[in-house]
């Protein structure tokens, strides 16, 4: 049998062709299928604004540039996600301050965030981690009450929601990859999304050395190249149409999973909060301490039977020196100890659904 892999993109013919009819067309970076991806991101999330970058970490720097954070200035962010939330703080120069996530939803507890305010802060930088957004409604408290940006890590979270408004749409900025592995991908590419024609101008010109548009070689300000190919784009536009069948794909076999599992001792099923749509880039069980393998053991107990796992994450950024944080942060650690993420893209068969469910009930 051949192993059972954690995530496989799906590319079909319609993505195939698309590629080629760009490659015939001649223009193949930030052209009509670059626009074509951006107008379809305003319409999935609702905002007014979106612009595509060449990453999610792309995306995330553009948007914290666009805000004009920069040096001295402090972002608010959860240890517990993958380095590139964090890297785009200091990639802007200012300084990430974590605080620590919930252990139900992994995301940041909002309950801790106050008391990690200074006068230099001047942003939060929510995960929506696994595909499940964080709590809107008390960061947007908290962002009023400080006078601070919600900038969205949406790289997980792409047609999820919030009390009904769409992940991209749930603060100020929001910033999703379609790296290869994420629920809709065309290798690498990032979306920006906004309401704000500030933001907007100012990440446009970000991503193309500080050119505008319809005048090259007059450099306004700093930028990089951070622009699309065509290529991607239309790899992307044709995810898009998908989106909608994946995400309920997914939604289906975390509910099969959820059924199967929620009896067994020693792991816990994903939790999904009030008022959320959680769209699943990862099933992600906890391992607990009534487990009789601990986690490392069952997941090599599972690579034994094919299924592939990962832990999303085994360290959690603080403990980086790059990132220079002294705080505890207890919850990601654990979670970090206790994390299993099993299969749950939407090309996997009925017959591997039922057999990644009996290999771990028969445990
Ligand atoms: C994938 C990911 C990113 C970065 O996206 P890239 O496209 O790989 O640059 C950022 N944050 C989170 C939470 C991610 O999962």
């Known amino acids: 049998m051949d192993i059972i892999p954690i995530s496989q993109p799906d590319l079909k013919e319609d993505e195939i062709n698309a590629v ?5 067309s001649g223009i ?21 604004y979106a612009i595509a970058v060449n990453s999610g970490t792309a995306a995330l720097h553009t948007a914290l540039h666009s805000t004009g954070i920069g040096p001295g200035d ?32 992994f995301n940041i ?86 309401n704000s024609k500030q933001f907007y101008e100012k990440a446009k010109l970000f991503r193309n050395h500080g050119q505008s548009e319809n005048e090259r070689y007059n450099y306004h300000s700093l ?16 995810q898009v149409k998908k989106l909608t069948q994946y995400t309920k794909r997914r939604q289906a076999i975390a ?44 997941q090599r107990y599972l690579q034994e039977k094919n299924i592939q796992t990962n832990i999303y994450y085994p360290k959690p950024l603080n403990e980086f020196d790059h990132f220079r944080s002294n705080g505890k942060f207890p919850f990601a650690d654990r979670a970090a100890k206790q994390v299993l993420s099993i299969p749950v893209h939407p090309q996997l068969t009925d017959e591997q659904i039922d057999y990644i469910i009996s290999t771990l009930s028969n445990i």
Request: proline share 3%.
């Open 109 to 194: 507890d909002s309950s801790k965030i106050e008391r990690a305010i200074t006068k230099n802060t001047k942003a939060i930088l929510p995960i929506n981690l696994y595909g499940q957004p964080a709590d809107y409604a008390e960061l947007h408290t908290i962002a009023k009450k400080y006078n601070l940006i919600i900038v969205e890590d949406a790289a997980q979270s792409v047609g999820s929601k919030y009390n009904n408004i769409a992940s991209g749409n749930l603060g100020d900025l929001g910033c999703f990859s379609l790296y290869a592995t994420k629920n809709i991908m065309c290798g690498e590419g990032g979306i920006v999304t906004t």
């Open 223 to 238: 930028g990089y190249n951070y622009r699309l190919t065509d290529i991607a784009s239309a790899i992307g536009v044709k």
């Open 74 to 105: 402090e972002v608010i962010t959860s240890p517990f996600t993958f380095g590139a939330t964090a890297n785009s703080i200091l990639m802007v120069g200012a300084k990430p301050v974590f605080v620590d996530i919930e252990l139900d939803s």
């Open 255 to 298: 509910k099969k999973y959820n059924a199967a599992f929620s009896g067994l001792d020693g792991i816990r099923i994903p939790i999904v909060k009030p008022n959320r749509i959680h769209v699943f880039h990862q099933y992600t069980i906890i391992v607990t301490d009534e487990s009789k393998l601990s986690r490392d053991e069952l």
């Open 20 to 24: 080629i009819d760009v490659l015939k």
């Open 28 to 48: 193949i970076v930030q052209g009509e299928k670059t626009k074509q991806l951006e107008q379809l991101f305003t319409e999935i999330c609702g905002t007014r």
